[in-house]
């Protein structure tokens, strides 16, 4: 913005110099604008690059950590469930990925979400060992009545913290309100 207002000016100043100056500074103006156009240009290859490459990738399913990626159809459509089905006070338990995407979509809290959650590296492997199915029954249900968790996403990431297909087979009392190709929502 700093470099745009400074040629604006000087192409208006342009009018005070004589006839040798003005083709000089015009000249100059010129090869700005050209270098200015062709660096968006190939900014927006390299843009247009990086989301094609993320489009065809098949891993990961689900962004995690760094990777910067729109979220997949029927991951948005989970949330628009909760959204629809919970109210806005209800505290969602997922991975992160869908951690940092609920409160977006569905307006909710979640129990972990974003590196800056207090205790995240805690929270975290408490998460895995919930969906890797490595806490006992009455552990799970400690944990999830100890923090008003009604309401579980699960979805790629946490399905691939166990390996499990269906949380209600490791964690019984669960029961599943919604279900789509990627995503279940488990309700207790």
């Given at each position: 913005m700093p470099l745009g207002i400074l040629t604006a000016y000087l192409l208006l100043d342009v009018?005070?110099?004589?006839?040798?100056?003005?083709?000089?500074?015009?000249?100059?103006?010129?090869i700005l604008i050209i270098l200015g156009l062709g660096t968006m240009y190939s900014s927006w290859r390299w843009q247009k690059e990086f989301l094609d490459q993320k489009i065809t990738a098949t891993q990961p399913l689900v962004p995690t950590g760094s990777y910067v990626m729109y979220p997949l159809k029927n991951f948005v459509a989970a949330m628009?469930?909760?959204?629809?089905?919970?109210?806005?006070?209800t505290v969602i338990l997922s991975e992160t990925t869908a951690g940092?995407?609920?409160?977006?979509?569905?307006?909710?809290?979640?129990?972990?979400?974003?590196?800056?959650?207090?205790?995240?590296?805690?929270?975290?492997?408490?998460?895995?060992?919930?969906?890797?199915?490595?806490?006992?029954?009455?552990?799970?249900?400690?944990?999830?009545?100890?923090?008003?968790?009604?309401?579980i996403f699960f979805g790629p990431q946490?399905?691939?913290?166990?390996?499990?297909?269906?949380?209600?087979?490791?964690?019984?009392?669960?029961?599943?309100?919604?279900?789509?190709?990627y995503v279940k929502i488990y309700h207790w």
């Open positions: 009018g005070r110099l004589g006839n040798i100056w003005k083709k000089i500074a015009a000249g100059i103006a010129a628009i469930f909760i959204q629809d089905q919970t109210s806005r006070t940092n995407y609920l409160p977006v979509y569905s307006g909710n809290t979640v129990y972990v979400g974003q590196a800056n959650t207090v205790n995240t590296e805690q929270k975290e492997g408490i998460v895995k060992s919930f969906f890797s199915g490595s806490m006992s029954l009455a552990q799970a249900t400690d944990f999830l009545t100890a923090n008003n968790l009604h309401y946490e399905m691939a913290d166990g390996g499990i297909a269906d949380l209600s087979n490791t964690y019984p009392f669960l029961t599943k309100i919604y279900s789509n190709t």
